[in-house]
């Protein structure tokens, strides 16, 4: 049997982030861009050589990107929307950051997230374009590999169904047509990769997991009947990840070489079509066993008797020993991770620790022994060790989760009612303007909080600053003419961080950062106990700030399921249970605002929506918890403070039901680069509570105008009535620039006044 160890993707990121700092050196004019591509060759290859070194196999090659994998493939197909025309003279860079970030004349493409990730993708407009292949990166990174290092990768691409399915524009007759443009352009890249020398290409396609109808199904079956027939020498190995299999029976028999299945997230389903099935005897089978989407390590001798069931079921001669899906979703390495605790960095596993557990796999399935003697007594010690802890066995939390009834989902007055009192408590004007939360983390703010955690300078001496910093904000939105105004959260690095900084359960990294979107990383935090609240977390710097201003100030929270799905989850309870864990303990802060005279309190989940399974069938039962999480921390609250919450970019037309549920005074919509839609959408599903749709892109360094603005609050005006009508930015304001910030508002608190004067004068 031939049994050979890979993994569907590599971080890009950097061991040091040197990804996203050689980006970001570019896009200060820092570097010219040969030093740019340069810098980038170099980092591709190092990163390549690492996963040599460790051991693996067979390389992926073309995970690499300089943005946005599905970015990389709309333009590689000409897949340019007409607008970015206007570009004089613009290089094939130019014109691709530009729909990436935007410019002074054009505003960038559409963003959301990938799947059930906190991974945004920029999304591909086609508008009958005529398509071409304009540079084959792919090919260029394969022979890169392959000259430079002797590496004979396996090219992966995003496969056509999975394009397509992401792609916006269409309609149902072009979309045929876009599938026939698309496949001789597939088969072109793939032959020019066989023709330069690779055994295998992946084609990722983790559409496949999702809901599909049969018409989907006999459209994917044309579309690999055709995309083979054209290349009759290509190894292809169809990859899908996140889920199970769809349709196990007819999607393993594509005529292609091989397929790739998650045995972790998709395990079950998978197991059972593989027993009711089989599995074509003449394919490879990549097994995904090692989790790319958590950081604890392997249960080893499990793992190994997944893989010998798998064997046995599929009887299978070539079989692969893989990740569940890209590890671009953990962190680089644990080896800066010194300082955390020993019993929880002995259950961690990185990128690179994930890589060591396939090779061990792999050479045990291959030899029948370990390479290193007690390597699996040592992984199940190592998970056996965490999962006693007394971190873990907080009684009191526990007490408290068991004692959770019904009526602690609901607040006591309907919203019909509490607009009334809140209205004449809070005394706004029409069309109230406010910001998401966040101000510019200026480099003055970042370095004075870098000496702070180094102790170079007191904690008095960080207070001062961040107050003075915070009183600075307060009066710059005071002079801009805002309604509803925010401290900034200067003293804060993260907005899931900050919080888990305060409560128990929680670990810190120094380095293990991910992506998000573009050159944006987090370091998300590690829940690994019980989670409890303390102590006041935002109180003093908002009380702080509302004694600066006349007007109200918004108590800023991160929502349970944000923090949820934005960090690190322990697995030994189910995330429902931690989640009401988070629930109790934002319930107490928000009575910890109130009770110091707050009286708008936003609490954000803008990450919501990707914690939603693939499934539809399977959306009820998350959705009901993740739901009654949020209401959990709410429902305590007065009758007259405002409840606000924000979510961030993730399709909302199918979502309208649970926001509408989360039962929130007011919520906030980052739409800026999809306002149509959500404006259609809502002309058929209206929504009764009070709703901001997000009026500025605000991961766009551009400054919209006043007019600009004003279109997108009179095509809001047909759907959202005034008394629930509220002024925003799509975000916070965190990654931008001062200037552009204050330049921003101040157009948006204009095309406020120009609505209302047009409103009064009507």
């Excluded at 004019?29 to 190092?46: C, M, P, S, W």
């Excluded at 069938?617 to 949020?630: G, H, K, M």
């Excluded at 306002?675 to 809502?682: P, Q």
Aim: hydrophobic share 40%.
């Amino acid at each position: 049997m031939n049994i050979i160890s890979n993994v569907i993707g590599y971080p890009y990121i950097g061991a040091t982030r040197e990804w996203k700092q050689t980006l970001e050196k570019f896009w200060k004019k820092e570097i010219e861009e040969d030093v740019f591509e340069e810098q980038l060759k170099t980092i591709r290859l190092n990163r390549l050589k690492r996963q040599q070194d460790l051991g693996l196999q067979l390389i992926t090659i073309g995970d690499f990107t300089k943005y946005d994998r599905v970015l990389d493939l709309a333009v590689m197909f000409n897949i340019i929307p007409k607008r970015y025309d206007v570009l004089p003279n613009a290089s094939s860079l130019t014109t691709y950051y530009a729909m990436a970030r935007g410019t002074d004349e054009v505003i960038a493409c559409e963003m959301t997230k990938w799947f059930n990730t906190n991974y945004h993708y920029i999304v591909p407009k086609y508008e009958n374009q005529e398509l071409f292949l304009t540079n084959n990166y792919i090919l260029q990174q394969f022979e890169e590999a392959k000259n430079e290092l002797g590496i004979i990768g396996k090219p992966t691409i995003i496969g056509p169904y999975t394009f397509v399915d992401l792609a916006k524009g269409y309609d149902e007759k072009s979309r045929a047509a876009f599938f026939l443009k698309l496949i001789p352009l597939y088969a072109q890249v793939i032959q020019q990769l066989v023709d330069a020398g690779a055994d295998w290409i992946q084609i990722e396609e983790p559409s496949f997991t999702k809901n599909l109808e049969e018409d989907e199904i006999l459209l994917i079956e044309e579309v690999y009947k055709q995309l083979t027939e054209a290349l009759p020498h290509a190894k292809i190995l169809v990859q899908t990840y996140f889920e199970a299999l769809t349709s196990f029976e007819r999607l393993s028999n594509l005529p292609v070489a091989g397929i790739g299945l998650d045995f972790v997230h998709g395990k079950t389903e998978n197991m059972k079509s593989l027993l009711q099935h089989g599995f074509p005897k003449n394919k490879t089978l990549s097994i995904g066993i090692i989790n790319g989407r958590d950081i604890w390590s392997a249960n080893l001798a499990e793992a190994v008797s997944t893989i010998s069931t798998v064997k046995q079921l599929s009887g299978v001669n070539d079989l692969w020993i893989s990740s569940s899906c890209s590890l671009q979703h953990v962190p680089v390495t644990k080896k800066s991770e010194q300082n955390l605790p020993h019993e929880l960095y002995d259950a961690l596993a990185f990128a690179d620790e994930k890589i060591r557990e396939i090779a061990h796999l792999t050479n045990y399935i291959q030899h029948g022994t370990w390479a290193k003697e007690g390597i699996v007594a040592n992984s199940i010690k190592a998970i056996e060790s965490l999962a006693t802890h007394p971190i873990r066995k907080n009684e009191q939390v526990k007490n408290l989760v068991k004692g959770i009834k019904d009526t602690d989902f609901t607040r006591t007055v309907p919203f019909k009612e509490r607009q009334v009192l809140q209205k004449k408590s809070l005394n706004l004007p029409d069309y109230p303007t406010t910001t998401i939360g966040s101000f510019p983390q200026s480099q003055l703010v970042k370095k004075t909080r870098a000496a702070w955690r180094k102790k170079e300078i007191t904690d008095e001496q960080y207070e001062a600053f961040v107050k003075e910093e915070t009183a600075r904000w307060i009066q710059i939105q005071e002079e801009i003419g805002l309604d509803v105004l925010v401290h900034g959260e200067f003293e804060r690095t993260d907005m899931v961080e900050y919080f888990g900084e305060h409560l128990t359960g929680f670990a810190f990294t120094k380095n293990a950062w991910v992506v998000s979107y573009g050159s944006r990383c987090v370091k998300p935090p590690i829940i690994y106990g019980d989670v409890e609240w303390t102590h006041a977390m935002t109180v003093k710097e908002v009380v702080e700030a509302q004694k600066l201003t006349s007007k109200y100030v918004k108590g800023m929270l991160t929502g349970p399921i944000t923090i949820l799905n934005w960090s690190f989850v322990r697995d030994d309870i189910s995330r429902k249970e931690v989640a009401f864990q988070l629930g109790l303990a934002i319930q107490q802060e928000v009575k910890a605002l109130e009770d110091a005279g707050i009286k708008i309190i936003q609490i954000d989940e803008p990450a919501l929506r990707e914690g939603l399974p693939l499934r539809k069938e399977n959306w009820a039962e998350y959705l009901q918890w993740a739901v009654d999480s949020f209401k959990l921390a709410t429902s305590k609250v007065a009758i007259d403070t405002q409840i606000h919450t924000h979510m961030c970019y993730c399709e909302f037309n199918d979502f309208i039901d649970p926001i509408r549920a989360l039962d929130a005074d007011v919520i906030s919509l980052e739409t800026s680069r999809s306002h149509g839609e959500l404006i259609d959408s809502l002309k058929v599903h209206p929504y009764e509570l009070g709703i901001g749709l997000g009026v500025y892109d605000i991961h766009s360094p551009r400054v919209p105008s006043i007019s600009e603005i004003s279109s997108i609050l009179e095509e809001s005006l047909a759907v959202i009535p005034k008394d629930q009508f509220w002024i925003n930015p799509d975000c916070g304001l965190k990654t931008r620039h001062e200037s552009e910030t204050i330049a921003s508002l101040t157009n948006m608190v204009e095309a406020a006044k120009l609505l209302r004067a047009q409103v009064l004068s009507v």
